[in-house]
């Protein structure tokens, strides 16, 4: 079919294939920059005018007890976990 149309349509219908596809790619590439520097812009404002509250919150692992658990208990979860292995290979 593309042998049947005249040589100047063919060149017609290609150049504006290609500014279709530039214009089409401009904005794109447009829309994408300014999503980018209005999620930046947003930012700074929350950051600026919306500050997180920091709390810091310590917790003190509780034995079953009720009692404070010692410094060790990452002993105490190397031995749990190596509990639970050779329980799980049986």
């Known amino acids: 079919m593309l042998h049947q149309l005249p040589k100047e349509l063919l060149l017609e219908q290609v150049n504006n294939g290609l500014i279709l596809l530039v ?3 401009g904005v794109v590439f447009l829309f994408l920059t300014l999503l980018v520097f209005t ?11 919306l500050p997180e509250k920091v709390t810091t919150v310590t917790k003190r692992p509780v034995s079953v007890s ?11 979860i190397a031995a749990a ?3 639970a292995i050779a329980h799980s290979k049986r």
């Open 81 to 83: 976990v190596a509990a």
């Open 23 to 25: 214009i089409g790619m």
């Open 39 to 49: 999620t930046k812009g947003l930012s700074a404002f929350v950051k600026k005018y």
């Open 66 to 76: 009720g009692s404070p658990v010692a410094d060790n208990s990452g002993a105490e």
